[in-house]
Structure formats: C-alpha cells, structure tokens
C-alpha cells in the first residue's frame, strides 16, 4: 500500500474535523469558510472571484499556481463534501461514521499502481429518463426524433446541448487547442457516458501539470464566448461543466486509467457523531 494525498473540498466551515478525521486534506471554498486550518483558493494567484461559475476548478487554478511545488510528488486524488471515493459501500443510507470512514479510498493498493490515474465510474447519458430530457428541450427531440428510440444518439453533447445550452459545447470546441479539437469533438458526439464529478487521482504532479496546462487556458479562452452574465444552475456553472466532459476525455487520452466507486454521502449526516 502507497500512501494518498487527498484533498477534500468543502463550503461549509463545520466540515473541518470530519475531513481531518479521514486523513484528508481540508479545503475551504466560498465566503463561508472561517478556520485557518483550511487550504484556501483566494490568496497569491488565484481566481477565486469566479468560484460560482468555475466550481472546484477556482482551487485547482490555486493548486496550480501556488501550492504544487510544495508537494512531495506521488499519488494525489480530490473529493467533495458530498462525493467520495469508496472501496466497498454500495449504498448511501443508514451507513455509520465507522464504517463510512472504514470504506473511504486513503491508500493506493497494489492493483491501483499498475495505473497512472483513476476516474469515477462512469455515468451512462441513458440512465436518466427520457421525460428529462422531453422537459429540458422537447422542441430538440420533436426535431430530431430519433433521440426518442435510439439511444446511441443520446451522446455527450446531446445530454450538454439539454442541460447547459443547445450549441455550446460546439462553440466551446472551437476554441480548444487544435491538438484536442477533432478528438474532443469525437468523444463528446460518438460516446454516451462520462466520467463525473470532477473527481480524479493521479500519480503523479507531472499529470496534474499537464492536465492543468490543457484545462486552464481553453476555460480561459471559454469565457469571452460565455462571459459571466449566466443564469440558472446549468448555464452559470458552464465552466465546471466543460471541465467536467473535458476531464473524462482527457484522462482517458493521456493516461493509463481505471475506474473506481463514487459515493454520494453528505458530511452534514455525521454532525452529531461522537466519535470525533
């Protein structure tokens, strides 16, 4: 077993000792974190002002610029306060503090290191139910009603044109690196999952480097065709959600990857627990 460095991202400042308990790394994000004991994404070069729009990616901007070199290098993975990576839970309810914390991902086993990265299993486009996708955008599917009975169609961008603005991903496109574009491209209209959350390990900061030198400037260059005047969840949150697809792609590119069990359970679950 190698030891995990994991950071654990969070907006709620009572989070603290349940993710210090973990063996993770506390990071604060928003205007609601007090502690000092939390890495922060607002100090030295940092966009941090853009966290409503860029999500999680305002700390790995940070991470980036600032804190990387810091870093012994070796095995380092992120989660969320509500999302975390598990060995064996297959269910979110009634589960303890106990055995949620038995479970948690806190090392790299033997099988993991015959890999470069892990991602999250993947998210089939047609697990969610077609009145979803009718109730996003019915005049797209009454335009094109093969989306209705064949679900091969329902790719990656058919499922981002309904949830984050019909036609965006393309213009998004146009503006990547011309080494990604026709791969990229092909990815998001030929595959019908991805791998969700923003949520990876990798062995290296060599990787995460690389991953940032790619992701970072195509946002960047996102933002004078999206701005900031966005509004509503799937349209304001553009930028996370970009990354989000471009993640998947280019791990799946790039490195050697597995995949491995994402959990949804939310922190605020344990607040009475005593064991702490």
Known sequence: ???????????????LKLIKSFGYIPVGLGKNIISKEFL???????????????????FHYWLWKNYLNEL???????????KFWT????????????????????????EDEKFDSIIGNPI??????LSKFLKKNIFKVIKNPSFL??????????????????GNLDKAITLLDSSEKKDFSEFVNNDTSFNPHNMFICNSKKILIRY??????????CESQFGFNLRGYGLKRIYGFLAERYMSFWFKKYTNYKTQKIIFKDLSDFKNIKEL
């Open 124 to 129: 089939n486009i047609n697990q969610f139910k």
């Open 40 to 58: 922060r994404d607002n100090s030295k070069i940092n966009i941090s002002g853009k966290n409503p729009f860029y999500g999680e990616y305002t």
């Open 72 to 82: 012994d290098d070796g095995w380092i993975g992120f989660c969320q306060y509500r």
């Open 212 to 221: 940032y030198s790619s992701v970072f400037p195509w946002l960047e260059r």
């Open 1 to 15: 077993m190698k030891k995990l460095k994991m950071f654990c991202l969070t907006m709620r400042d009572e989070d």
């Open 87 to 110: 060995n064996q839970i297959t269910t979110k309810n009634s589960i303890n503090y106990k055995d949620f914390k038995n479970h948690l991902k806190t090392q790299i086993s033997n």
């Open 149 to 166: 009975y064949d679900k091969n169609k329902r790719s990656i961008k058919f499922h981002f044109d309904l949830m984050h603005g019909d």
